[in-house]
């Protein structure tokens, strides 16, 4: 294992562009948890809002603004309950994905994280 999506510990996040299509710019395979909003690099497209270093902000897009995305809501829904475990983590998200049509679950995971319905459930 020579990549941090193949740990069982690390939760493997694909992006999505503004019309909830999964990016060419994410990798796809067994260990995808879920995918969530990554902008696209169209300049057509929409960015996410992001912070750099040197205390500026600009737009970007990627899976890391995607990873940001999910440890946000995950965060979130820690706060509330810090007793959840990685297995309890996982199994909220996979219920309260919402599966993206025409996409396999090696690219997608459990689908599109839905942040108020997991911070909710």
Known sequence: MKYPAA???VL???ATNN???ITYYSLEGPEVDANSPGGARERTDKRILSTYLGDW???GSGTSQA???VTGALALKLQQQRALSLDDVR???QRTATVLMGYART???WG???VEAYIAG
């Open 7 to 9: 740990y069982r510990e």
């Open 12 to 14: 493997a996040v694909t």
């Open 19 to 21: 019309n909830d299509q």
């Open 57 to 59: 902000y600009g737009l």
């Open 67 to 69: 990873a940001a995305h």
């Open 91 to 93: 199994w909220l998200l």
């Open 107 to 109: 690219q997608q995971g």
């Open 112 to 114: 599109l994280i839905a």
